[in-house]
């Protein structure tokens, strides 16, 4: 049983850092952070394959966020840097035990998700 807790958001001003954390019991397949804005969908922002160095970046992020998994921790980061204020939103991190079917950034292709946590960037 795969189960997720995420930690590390806050508020920040634009251009800062943040990193995520997320510790991850049992052994998924694959992780990812998603996000969602105000008013908007989650989204998929990052993505990592556990036994692989497989990645995938939504392109907004690309060059500013980074992900990674620390096996020896079971714990995902999310490395944020140069950020924006729309980067706003609560962050999720999120588990599969399959590969995807579709899309990786779909909601829809992950099964497993934490409570999320919230971070605020201001101008």
């Known amino acids: 049983q795969v189960a997720l807790v995420e930690s590390g958001g806050g508020s920040v001003q634009a251009g800062g850092s943040l990193r995520l954390s997320c510790a991850v019991s049992?052994?998924?397949?694959?992780v990812a952070w998603f996000r969602q804005g105000p008013g908007r969908e989650r989204e998929g922002i990052a993505a990592i394959w556990t036994g692989s160095s497989r990645t995938y970046y939504e392109d907004s992020v690309k060059g500013r966020f980074t992900i990674s998994l620390d096996n020896a921790e079971n714990t995902l980061y999310l490395q944020m840097d140069s950020l924006k204020p729309e980067d706003s939103g609560m962050y999720y991190c999120a588990a599969a035990n399959l590969d995807e079917l579709g899309y990786w950034g779909s909601r829809s292709e992950w099964p497993v998700w934490g409570r999320g946590t919230q971070v605020t960037v201001s101008s």
């Open positions: 049992g052994h998924p397949y694959r």
